[in-house]
């Protein structure tokens, strides 16, 4: 079968559609999993060994289980205890959720990082518990867990065709829709690879960047 680029700019249109919805839900997974991350690194360090220990538990679980499971799971078993839920917002918890559990080895990291010094200047400050985490804790552990987290967000991006096992429109379901249309599998597939490989590799570009800068910033 040539190449035929007639129809590829016949089918680039739907491409790009499924492109956007790829591009939304790794935005909003991203967020979902940097805010459970930094929710289960808190609790994880809890006091009381009860919360500490089953949210440990909890999150060594999901990491332990596959992100398709996960996404079956929430789209077609949650539906029978009468939580329905569309595809995209289903598949944007899928990913939040399970990058999230590896987000918060990250912040866990990050945040025993931060030397002992600064809990105790906090304390002979007068500083809440809150007041600690927001204002001097976090401030300090946070830029250097940027490169690693957005590493992991990567990860996510090249994790999305997943979706399309929950009917999720993003690039690969539009792609195999365009090919079992056409009976044409090898330019809907190849400008799917096209497009995954020019992201990842703009995304590994803004990774280094990222990677050098707190690096220098470490350094002073």
Not at 110 to 115: E, Y
């Amino acid at each position: 079968m040539e190449w035929d680029w007639a129809f590829v700019w016949q089918i680039m249109p739907t491409l790009l559609e499924g492109l956007k919805i790829t591009i939304i839900a790794t935005v909003l997974g991203a967020i979902v999993a940097a805010i459970f991350g930094m929710v289960l690194a808190i609790a994880k360090r809890s006091s009381n060994r009860l919360v500490s220990r089953s949210v440990g538990f909890a999150a060594d679980f999901i990491r332990g289980t596959p992100l398709l499971v996960q996404l079956y799971f929430i789209f077609y078993v949650l539906p029978d205890i009468g939580i329905r839920l569309s595809p995209l917002t289903a598949g944007v918890i899928g990913l939040g959720i399970h990058y999230g559990t590896y987000a918060a080895e990250v912040y866990r990291a990050g945040i025993d990082n931060v030397p002992r010094g600064q809990w105790e200047a906090a304390r002979a400050a007068n500083l809440s518990t809150r007041q600690s985490w927001i204002h001097v804790v976090l401030p300090q552990a946070i830029p250097p867990m940027i490169p690693a987290l957005a590493n992991y967000f990567i990860a996510m991006f090249k994790e999305t065709p997943l979706l399309s096992a929950i009917t999720v429109l993003e690039l690969m379901n539009q792609a195999k829709s365009i090919a079992n249309s056409n009976y044409r599998y090898i330019e809907p597939i190849t400008m799917v690879g096209v497009f995954f490989l020019v992201i990842s590799l703009i995304s590994v570009v803004a990774l280094r960047w990222l990677e050098e800068r707190y690096a220098r910033v470490d350094e002073r």
